[in-house]
């Protein structure tokens, strides 16, 4: 008599997932989506949006199939359509345009970046000349910048810009922050501006919003306790790459940067026994949901959610949506 020995599937090797708190979508995100749904229930398909309404691809390719339009300038964009002005902030030319072409706007402007422009333009109106701590090319600076006369700011990205800045002229110094830095980095930056000017106020808040910082201090304790950190966020989200840095320079062995589960490459895994799972502001739940999802698939996972910041912010939606 031949006897069958039942073959069993290997057992999945054992991995403890921490999940940072908090993660995902911040308030000024959640109220930019928003924004561009309700305009598209109001006044119908298409609804035009000037540059992506957040960094992140699988919000943007939703909204799109929904009958939103992406557009890099207005120019892109009908006079008879609404356009949505994305979460970063634009420049004062690009309202005033709108209005000269007589065109239906919305303003998705997270009211945290709107706080730096009126900052800024405080600190112009009493002749200081402003330093914009942030990094060239990013849509949040470039709105910051275009709130005020060419000349008016300068721009500095890092210690070495700072130790190498001149004033221009006499005028006195202020400075403002890209709300979405690493706190550290802007940290050594400002300490190395006071340092060469003393005379420099203290900011009346901290520009870099809540949610930035909260993240961040969320993925610190990741990397302190984890070989490898992933972070679910798109390659051109400001935030989301800060805490893929945060995260290394916090102890992790490896950090990365993942659009979606697609995007893991399992080899990371190699000698991982605890994975930290986070998401930049600008990432949905559900794109982590699908990352655990996947992990599940490979190793017998213990899923393990950190205590942090909780986070009860909102933002009200315009008027003229909400009427």
């Known amino acids: ?82 356009v949505v002005f994305s979460a970063h902030g634009v420049p004062k ?7 000269a072409r007589e065109m239906l706007y919305i303003d998705a402007t997270c009211p945290l970046v709107s706080k730096v422009h ?9 002749g200081r000349h402003v330093i914009l701590i942030g990094h060239a090319g990013h849509p949040e600076v470039v709105g910051t910048m275009g709130q005020l006369p060419a000349g008016a700011i300068s721009l500095v990205e890092t210690v070495e810009d700072a130790g190498a800045f001149q004033r221009p002229g006499d005028a006195p110094l202020a400075y403002a922050t890209q709300t979405t830095l690493s706190v550290d980095d802007t940290a050594d930056i400002l300490a190395t501006l006071k340092r060469r000017f003393p005379e420099l106020p203290d900011p009346h808040k901290e520009d870099i919003c809540y949610a930035t910082t909260n993240r961040q201090e969320a993925v610190k ?22 805490l893929v840095e945060v995260a290394m320079r916090a102890g992790a062995r490896d950090a990365r940067l993942v659009d979606d589960a697609s995007h893991v490459d399992w080899s ?24 655990i999802d996947a992990v599940r698939a490979r190793f017998d996972v213990a899923l393990v959610e950190d205590d942090g910041a909780r986070e009860t912010v909102t933002f009200k939606l315009p008027r003229l949506l909400t009427a």
């Open 221 to 242: 304790a990741l990397g302190q306790g984890c070989e490898l950190v992933l972070v679910v966020g798109s390659r051109n989200s400001s935030n989301s790459a800060r």
């Open 93 to 99: 030319s690009v309202p005033a345009t709108a209005r």
């Open 1 to 82: 008599m031949t006897v069958h020995t039942p073959i069993h599937p290997a057992a999945k090797p054992p991995l403890t997932v921490r999940l940072a708190t908090p993660r995902g979508f911040c308030a000024g995100v959640d109220r930019a989506i928003q924004i561009v749904e309700r305009a598209l229930q109001k006044y119908g398909a298409p609804v035009y949006v000037r540059h992506e309404i957040v960094h992140n691809r699988h919000v943007v390719e939703r909204l799109k199939a929904m009958g939103a339009i992406f557009v890099k300038e207005l120019d892109d964009c009908p006079d008879d359509r609404p």
């Open 118 to 126: 009126v900052e800024a333009e405080r600190h112009h109106a009493a």
């Open 268 to 291: 990371w895994f190699d000698g991982v026994s605890t994975l930290g799972i986070t998401a930049g502001a600008s990432a949905p739940e559900q794109l982590i949901e699908e990352l």
